[in-house]
């Protein structure tokens, strides 16, 4: 008799674990095939019902005689699955959406994508060549023209700075696969032709860089000049280790909310769903709800991108766009390779690369040697985002590059960082 008890508990408490196995099995296995919240979610309790009642019902028997499963069934149900209540199916805050600054403009774009904008207009004498900054991330976007485009204003640019599409308050996409390297490109162009220019002057930061390049490749004809600045990886593959990050520069208050939001259980799932069926990720979290988990482990990085001792980098209400960011940094590891198209790009290029930047030197270095009018400048003093470190350098270097005019710092000559 004693040992069928045991037994018996013993297989009440298998009876337990497995069905937590059964049902998260289930959970994904439908995930991937179904990307519907309310399927993949009743799939993995009825797994864990469904194990629990067979273990139950081999239990009952080495009890010795009939008992009632349900009460086991149900307690099982609600240990495995309650717990997933609280954590992988309770959402992460949402903050009231903030309202845009006056001067936002949206172009409806024959790619689909709905791209929100701001223009400062030429004053003075208006020259033909509009210049258009890219901003970073992917998905990253700034608020507004920087700064340094106002001057470029008064010299007679027509300035543009636009959010991505998935980020800021541009168009989501209902189909977060769409979020590619091809899409940001045809999205570019479409902006274009739907300013009537016939070329255009880029100035990137960061993935803006990559994304200047790629557009490079694209249509050579359409670009009179860039500026690449703090540029990311021109071609992910060519860095195996990866172009370098910023999270080990963390201290250890950032370092431990980092490690808080990231371990976060209910962003574990988004990110193993993304890797099974990317559509079952966002049915599960939605826009808004990654968009505000993906600003607030921006916010906690953003001063590990400076040189020791910077002040603080600004904050702005221009949401960033975590699905654009994750799908299309995926789909940068998967391009064909630019370089020997871009090695054919005769565009003049200043590449701006900051002292205490976290990418790697050969990051930089690998636009200098592809790009055959390109000009290297190292700037002293300035992290990843050189317009919040060095704002009047950056200014001038804008300047005197898209004026033709002295640059104010010597170019870089040798393929070894500066001492």
Known sequence: MRSNLLSGGALSLAG???????????FVGTAAAVPAVMVFSAAGVVAAAGTAWVFGRAATRRLGGPRALWPYVAGVVLVTAGPAALTVMRPFPV???????????HWDLSTGSRIAYVKIAASG??????????????????????????????AGFDVYAYDQVGAGRSTRLADVTGYTVARHVADLEAIRRAIHAEKVILVGRSW???????Y???????????????????????????????????????????DELTSDPRFLLQALLLQVNPAAAHALVPDAEADAYFRELLITAK???????????PVHDNPPGFYTNQMTSADATTVPDPRPKLRTVHVPTLIVRGECDYLKWAVTYEYRRTLPESTLVYVRG??????NGRPDLYRDLLMTFLLDRPLPLPPVTSADKPA
């Open 303 to 313: 001063d590990a991108t400076g040189c020791p001792g910077s002040p603080p980098a």
């Open 125 to 154: 004498k208006p020259r033909p060549t509009p210049v258009i900054f890219l901003h970073g991330g992917p998905g990253t976007p700034g608020e507004g023209v920087p700064e340094a485009g106002r001057e470029l204003a008064a």
């Open 208 to 214: 803006g860089g990559t994304l200047s390049a790629a």
């Open 382 to 387: 300035a992290g990843h985002s050189i317009a």
């Open 216 to 258: 490079m490749a694209a249509y050579p004809s359409h670009v009179a000049k860039a500026v690449l600045t703090s540029p990311g990886a021109i071609w992910e593959p060519a860095f195996p280790g990866g172009p370098g990050s910023p999270w080990d520069r963390l201290p250890p208050a950032q370092a431990e909310r980092a």
């Open 95 to 105: 903050p009231p959406t903030a309202a845009a600054p006056t001067g936002v403009s």
């Open 16 to 26: 337990v674990i497995v069905a937590a196995v059964a049902g998260t099995a289930a």
